[in-house]
Nanobody, 115 residues
Framework: QVQLLESGGGLVQAGGSLRLSCAAS????????MAWYRQASGKQRELVAY???????NYADSVKGRFTISRDIAKQTVYLQMTSLKPEDTAVYYC?????????WGQGTQVTVSS
């Protein structure tokens, strides 16, 4: 069983930055991949970025060049550094982990970008 706890959301003006954190209850090396998803009001949840346990990363086109996913293995934590934020980035952001074919989710953290 993997538990994920997000933190770092909040209200920020357009053009600003935020860093989200996702702390895992197990070594992130044991998790095949970790990702950040987001869900805006009235929309489907979408993949924002992921990092494989090999270190490979990938991003949604809408955030390339603005968001960076990274990890601190010792702290069992994955981060999402968000810069040049836009109002359309407003959403609940969820941390996701896949281990042995099972999907695990955090409770979500709200990010609101004001114009």
């Amino acid at each position: 069983q993997v538990q994920l706890l997000e933190s770092g959301g909040g209200l920020v003006q357009a053009g600003g930055s935020l860093r989200l954190s996702c702390a895992a209850s197990v070594s992130i090396f044991s998790i095949t991949s970790m990702a950040w998803y987001r869900q805006a009001s009235g929309k489907q949840r979408e993949l924002v970025a992921y990092i494989h346990n090999t270190g490979t990363t990938n991003y949604a086109d809408s955030v390339k060049g603005r968001f960076t996913i990274s990890r601190d293995i010792a702290k069992q934590t994955v981060y999402l550094q968000m810069t040049s934020l836009k109002p359309e980035d407003t959403a609940v952001y969820y941390c996701n982990g896949i281990q042995l074919g099972e999907y695990y989710w955090g409770q979500g953290t709200q990010v609101t970008v004001s114009s």
